[in-house]
């Protein structure tokens, strides 16, 4: 799917279904929650924590749809275009990290 189609379907999705919006400030905090579901999973499976009892990585794919979701309900909401945002911002990387991430000898 292209982003400017997720940016409608979710535009379509929250008129809809999801009645309206939540305000820009209520989304800015419930994409906190779902980072920071995402983050759980993540410390779990790739970090030194463990799964409790009854946890395990499932839903590791459901909490990053999550997070890209509200991502896209900004997007809306401020009037970003993230087709546009996103080619900005691979060029303003390249531009910067041209040589950058080539000479790191961390990375080699």
Do not use: P
Request: hydrophobic fraction near 40%.
């Amino acid at each position: 799917m292209e982003i400017s189609v997720l940016q409608q379907e979710v535009d379509r999705w929250i008129k809809e279904v999801g009645v309206r919006y939540f305000n820009e400030l209520t989304n800015t905090a419930v994409l906190m929650e779902e980072v920071g579901e995402l983050a759980r999973i993540m410390a779990r499976k790739y970090g030194e924590q463990s799964f409790k009892a009854g946890e395990d990585d499932s839903k590791l794919a459901d909490e990053m749809a999550d997070v890209l979701f509200v991502l896209v309900c900004l997007a809306n909401q401020t009037g970003v275009d993230l087709t546009v945002a996103m080619k900005k911002n691979f060029e303003k990387k390249t531009k910067r990290d041209a040589d950058r991430h080539k000479d790191n000898q961390k990375l080699q």
